[in-house]
T-cell receptor
Framework: AQRVTQPEKLLSVFKGAPVELKCNYS??????LFWYVQYSRQRLQLLLR??SRESIKGFTADLNKGETSFHLKKPFAQEEDSAMYYC??????????FGDGTTLTVKP | GAGVSQSPSNKVTEKGKDVELRCDPI?????LYWYRQRLGQGLEFLIY????????KSGLPSDRFSAERTGESVSTLTIQRTQQEDSAVYLC???????????FGSGTRLTVV
């Protein structure tokens, strides 16, 4: 069975510092990986997809098949980045497996 | 519609009663998903609809849970004889396809007392 692990439940950084939210997955094939974000009092929304290799709100994520990781990174964190972040893996007709999430707090 | 719409947003019910949750996906999204999120936990897959194919019900926790979808439109998730452990936020999402990711609704917060 597929599994997504986000080892940090809570992560706190200062404004302007780099931030990395870790995501590891278990799947032997070619996965589709996503990051979702939930800001306070808002609905869960898609942040980025590995297939599009895009940078959204300054965040990037690189799929490392050797390490089975898909860490989310931003070089300079902003206070508005404070939110809950979920990593998700889709391998079978679109059904996704989600990690338990990481709460990011960016302190002023 | 412009987004995925779920109703009601909050539901308090007595143990043993049946509840029905509704999801209106984005028009044209062929795939529709239901997830459950208990307090402090991650998203737990319940059921998945794709077009006219048979739904993937592999995540439904018991036979008290059922869901229907008419074509590519509205879906309803029904929980019969609710139990306190059913208390959670029930999330609906729709998608255009595997690589496109999900668009989520705002969820229904179910509290069983």
């Amino acid at each position: 069975a597929q599994r997504v692990t986000q080892p940090e439940k809570l992560l706190s950084v200062f404004k302007g510092a780099p931030v990395e939210l870790k995501c590891n997955y278990s799947y032997s094939g070619s996965p589709e990986l996503f990051w979702y974000v939930q800001y306070s009092r808002q609905r869960l929304q898609l942040l980025l997809r590995h297939i599009s290799r895009e940078s959204i709100k300054g965040f990037t994520a690189d799929l490392n098949k050797g390490e089975t990781s898909f860490h989310l990174k931003k070089p300079f964190a902003q206070e508005e980045d404070s939110a809950m972040y979920y990593c998700a893996l889709s391998v079978n007709a679109g059904k996704s497996t989600f990690g338990d999430g990481t709460t990011l707090t960016v302190k002023p | 519609g412009a987004g995925v719409s779920q109703s009601p947003s909050n539901k308090v019910t007595e143990k043993g009663k049946d509840v029905e949750l509704r999801c209106d996906p984005i028009s044209g999204h062929t795939a529709l998903y239901w997830y459950r999120q208990r307090l402090g936990q991650g998203l737990e897959f319940l059921i998945y609809f794709q077009g006219n194919s048979a739904p993937d019900k592999s995540g439904l926790p018991s036979d008290r849970f059922s869901a229907e979808r008419t074509g590519e439109s509205v879906s309803t998730l029904t929980i019969q004889r609710t139990q306190q452990e059913d208390s959670a936020v029930y999330l609906c999402a729709s998608s255009l396809g595997l690589t496109r990711g999900y668009t989520f609704g705002s969820g229904t917060r179910l509290t069983v007392v």
